[in-house]
């Protein structure tokens, strides 16, 4: 089941454009996503995205997906993304935010609808977030952030979790193609957050820094759904049939094994 419409960014109509605070660069031209941003103050964060889809509590409103899908079991979710970076490096070390920490970031979040709240109001919702490339920054040395990360946001009370997913330094202006099942780490999401059934409503490619300046290129976005090979109420079914063809063979053997010693 394809989820994105227009994973090419062939339709410039398919997806909207926007970003945060100032000093940033975002265009959609010959079928590629071009993202820049840049901080030198590290006060604030700055960043810029491509969109498809709805946000909750009222913001940012894209064109649909072209499918939305509750996550319940039945299918995985996987995720491809083509792109290249450009000239990242850190200008400023902030002594006052972010954990002493400068960050460039580069992924794609999933936004779900938690069943039996509104969308569209204040309730929290869930973030599931594929840290493609996360770089930070202590003002002496330059690491990548690899471990699971949860948190609830300031702004709108989300539940985020972020995973990684790439596990490569990739150079500049060379382009990269990530493919991955998303699938775990909603699950973890999940799990985390004690949510049941949710429904995905959005997705978004960013690029966000604080401290920090870089640009990424998006050549391709792509979310798709497949049912699973053996989905729980399936493989229920084929334990049910495999236990009863295996007690119609015990009663033959018996029957058999009757008739051989009553000769």
Not at 77 to 104: A, C, D, H, M
Request: aromatic share 14%.
């Amino acid at each position: 089941m394809q989820i994105i419409r227009d994973p090419d960014f062939e339709q410039g109509e398919a997806w909207l454009l926007r970003g945060w605070y100032s000093n940033y660069t975002h265009v959609l031209q010959n079928g590629v996503v071009y993202l820049n941003v840049s901080d030198n103050a590290g006060t604030f964060w700055v960043g810029c995205k491509a969109q498809q889809g709805s946000m909750p509590h009222g913001w940012s409103q894209a064109p649909p997906l072209q499918n939305t899908i509750t996550f319940t079991g039945d299918y995985k979710i996987f995720l491809e993304v083509k792109f290249k970076l450009g000239n990242w490096r850190f200008l400023k070390y902030p002594t006052q935010s972010e954990n002493n920490l400068s960050w460039i970031n580069f992924g794609v979040a999933f936004w779900f609808h938690r069943p039996g709240t509104v969308w569209s109001g204040n309730d929290s919702q869930m973030v599931v977030g594929a840290k493609i490339v996360w770089l930070k920054y202590n003002g002496q040395t330059v690491d990548k952030q690899t471990q699971d990360i949860y948190f609830q946001g300031d702004v709108g009370n989300d539940l985020h979790s972020l995973f990684d997913v790439y596990d490569e330094n990739p150079a500049n202006h060379d382009w990269v193609t990530v493919h991955v099942d998303m699938t775990p780490c909603i699950q973890k999401a999940m799990k985390h957050w004690n949510v049941e059934n949710p429904t995905l409503m959005n997705v978004e490619v960013y690029l966000e820094t604080i401290g920090g300046e870089g640009e990424v290129w998006i050549d391709r976005l792509n979310v798709y759904a497949a049912l699973t090979s053996e989905p729980p109420h399936s493989l229920l079914q084929n334990e049910l049939v495999y236990a009863l063809i295996l007690l119609i063979i015990i009663f033959a053997c018996i029957i058999v094994f009757k008739g051989m010693m009553g000769k």
